[in-house]
């Protein structure tokens, strides 16, 4: 059974008299511990197509599950569980509470389970010494570089053991040299955590780290194919 199955995935927008269609008839699957890159030109549908895989949004029409469970018409109280449990998320810009040290920010997804304190911090110091942050858990974001603070919104899309990590354009905001840790880091979380990783990016060197590539256009899938040769 595949972990994500999209099947005939369409996003209508109205515009007055006017339908948009940002996907049409979308239909895509993923088997679990993959490492996807999805591509595509500004308006491609590729950003739609992630919020509805992230349970951010839903589709106008057609199936989308996971693991085996149809949550296209889930209600809203039961996709944020969804997105809790499922999915970790990872964006360009971070999205850490400035004020908040790295082990607390690492901490959040776990507060709506209700978990002790005790046991929310032992996990949240193990999810950050996986990416790298043992010694750093006091430190607050204006205290780490790009490369570390991206690290921390790493671990915190860990903590929950979430069989899914959504990246949005992950290294967008960091140096090369920095970038490649990261792509580096997910890497090896795929390979040795059997975490399936699905990311967006428009670059090329970034995609090369993936195993297959979905290239979106105009609200399509145009190519869906291994990476190499990128």
């Known amino acids: 059974m595949a972990l994500i199955e999209a099947q005939e995935i369409a996003k209508i927008y109205r515009l007055g008299d006017i339908e948009v ?5 979308v239909s895509v699957s993923i088997a679990r511990g993959e490492f996807i890159a999805i591509m595509g030109p500004s308006g491609s549908g590729k950003s739609t197509f992630m919020n509805i895989l992230g349970c951010l949004d839903k589709p106008s029409s057609g199936r989308y599950s996971i693991e085996g469970v149809d949550v296209a018409g889930l209600p809203r109280d039961a996709l944020a569980v969804i997105r809790n449990k499922k999915i970790g998320f990872v964006f360009q810009g971070f999205n850490l509470l400035p004020r908040t040290s790295a082990l607390e920010n690492v901490e959040l997804p776990m507060l709506y389970d209700g978990l002790p304190a005790g046991e929310r911090r032992e996990k949240a110091a193990a999810a950050l ?3 790298g942050l043992s ?7 204006n205290q780490l570089s790009g490369g570390q603070q991206q690290r921390v919104a790493i671990a915190r899309a860990l903590v929950n053991n979430a069989p899914i990590i959504l990246a949005d354009e992950p290294t967008g905001n960091l140096d090369t040299k920095t970038s490649a840790e990261i792509m580096e880091l997910f890497v090896r979380l795929n390979e040795e955590s059997n975490i399936t990783v699905i990311l967006v990016t428009h670059e090329h060197d970034i995609a090369a780290y993936s195993k297959r590539v979905i290239r979106f256009l105009d609200g399509k899938v145009v190519s869906d194919g291994p990476a190499r040769g990128l």
């Open 135 to 141: 010694g750093r858990e006091n430190h607050h974001p």
């Open 129 to 131: 010494t996986k990416v």
């Open 21 to 25: 269609c940002a996907l049409c008839a």
